[in-house]
């Protein structure tokens, strides 16, 4: 009997594009399988080399996650409904957690123009003078003050969280105004906590703002973590994630998460105390190149924008102590479709951070847990540079040189032809990274190819996989055409 199988957006370029695609089965890992013997290109990133479901993975059959039925073995019928849910970057009432989170509230006063101030919130029911004064003894730390903190930063401001402390080190450049609307044009150049901290104080100058002015690390992050009440986190890359994740379920904190990728966001509550961490969900994070970066793959500027809001709705009502938080749930959206959808997380009984015998008792090193070599790209707020291990390399300068001799080079280009309208370097050719195996035997492995992307993390991931194929003289371009652009050939736009 055939099964519907849901493709994210990140996967469905080993597809053929499908959104949905029909497949036979009588399992779950059944129906996988044979999903994979029909779009090998999708094989790698569902299964390990020996055959298992990788752990950044998760699998839900009508909205239940597998691992909770019967994992593979679990029987599909007819009319089922699979959902792949890759990591992309309930129901508990949250008083408890509202009266932790919120410590010192009895003791909070509010002046008169903070009573003008907050009059919407204070006439109604649910917030009231109480939620008010939560709020206001509450101490929020937003990792990052990008697309997702930008949104966070001004609701929670303007709600009049007392506390609102912002970690950041990145300068705000030209390609971040679309999305991220703490900066402002004149701010390009500027560090990012210093236009945030101007603007957050101009939409409230009664709370506080704390920037920390740093990389969140193994190092610091405890130190910085515990004078907060509830973290909110909106990193883009899966070493601060990991990290953030750790610190708080370490300390005791709630993680208040979301991740963005094109058109869908993910949103979810961790606090290990009451129900799954991010380890729960995703045990490990996938291989360095295999999901690309809002830098890489694109995002929609106002999804950002939603799905911080929806971050910062749940920043609220857990300070006030109202509604059901998504503890336990990863709320999806795609706003293609306009469609939310709520999914069921369990604590993992074995995750080695909150599980019944945790082997993780203090933070580790996440840049290594991650796959990535430690490199300053590595920012909060900024994306992941791939530097895939044993590829070998070619610079702009030397392919620059070779190709001003008159060398015979073969230029590939494996971006997205949306991505080849907007700039090209002369004579490459294009075959997106999703063709490639498909368009494989167009390239002659006897002649010398260099391969570009953007900025080196697909191509370096097209390189491997051509040398896995038999092409020996096959080569990645370092930094791609961003730094050919830069300091190649000025004329070729950046994006
Ligand atoms: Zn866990």
Redesign the pocket.
Known sequence: MAIEIHLPTALRAYAEKQEKVSIEGKTVGEVLRNLAGQYPALSKHLFSEEGNLRNFVNVYLNEEDIRGLSGKDTPVRSGDRLMIVPSIAGGTPPSGVAREASGAWEEVVLSQEEIQRYSRHLIMPEVGMQGQKRLKAARVLLVGAGGLGSPLGLYLAAAGVGRIGIVDFDTVEFSNLQRQVLHATQDVGRPKLESAQMRLQGVNPGVEIVPHELRLSSANALEVLKEYDVVADGTDNFPTRYLVNDAC?LLGKPNVYASIFRFEGQVSVFD?RLG??Y??LYPEPPPPGLVPSCAEGGVLGVLPGIVGALQALEVIKLLVGQGELLIGQLLLFDALKMEFKKLKLR??PG?P???KNPTIRGLIDYEEFCGVASSPQHSVGGSVSVEEAGVPEISVQELKKRLDGGEDLVLVDVREPHEYEICKIQGSRLIPLGELPDRVHELNCAEEIVVHCRMGGRSAQAVQFLMQAGFRKVKNLKGGIDAWAREIDPSVPTY
């Open positions: 379920a290990a799954p961490c380890r729960c604590k993992d995750c951070l909150c599980g």
